[in-house]
């Protein structure tokens, strides 16, 4: 715990504690990838969100705790057997949560980084995760037939990386950070497609920080879905749904 918290670790107590209920041999150098810096999730090899234990390898996206209120939004949309899809799914983390709570979901999940989809399918049924460029990487088969689409894009702006915590910057691919000049790149693209894929009345749920909540929308809007915009105190998602 010395070590954690003369390195600057906030909450260096909870990390030790964390670190040896892993009762690993090799605790030695987890501590020492701690204080080098790496995020204490990839030193644990997963990340707690939304109630349960998302195993996250080095370089994907650590799931944030902002991100459930995309999960419950997106579950509020769900009948017990929708065709779910979580596109830009990093480790599979808003899938994994929506099959814990929804077991019969028909859910398939992509993403464009390796990485990411091999983690991803330590997470959920491995050949229900496909590698990709967006909606190149899904079955042919889903086009016009998703019910919810949870889609945490990238979004932070290309010149903002290099002011985010040491931790995200360093150490997560940027694929998984680079939203482009205005951090809405990759949402513009999936807009362009979105009513493809969506069934008749599907939704689409996407988060944006709360400054860019509001062009967020407009983009879907110009689309032609109809949005609104959910928020909390630490996340704004977009909802963009597709007319019957
Ligand atoms: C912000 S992370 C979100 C990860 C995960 N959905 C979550 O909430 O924890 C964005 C993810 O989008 C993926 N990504 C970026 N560009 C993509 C693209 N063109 N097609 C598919 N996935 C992409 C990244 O690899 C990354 O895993």
Known sequence: MLRLRAAGCVFAENEA???VAENRPDLDDMVRRRVGGEPLEYVLGWAAFAGIRVAVDAGVFVPRHRTELL???AL????PDSVVVDLCCGAGAIGAVMLARMPRLDLYAADIDPVAVATARTNL??????EGDLFDALPGHLRG???VLAVNTPYVPTDAIALMPP???????HVALDGGADGLDVQRRVAGLAKEWLAPGGSLLVEASERQATESAAIFAAA?????????DDACVVVAVLGR
């Open 224 to 232: 032609g879905l109809s949005t609104r915009i959910v928020e909390d």
């Open 76 to 79: 509020n949309l769900c009948e």
């Open 125 to 130: 049924p491995p050949e229900r995760v496909f």
């Open 145 to 147: 037939r998703i019910a």
């Open 17 to 19: 504690a964390l670190l």
């Open 167 to 173: 931790e995200a910057r360093d150490f997560e691919h």
């Open 71 to 73: 999960v419950d939004e």
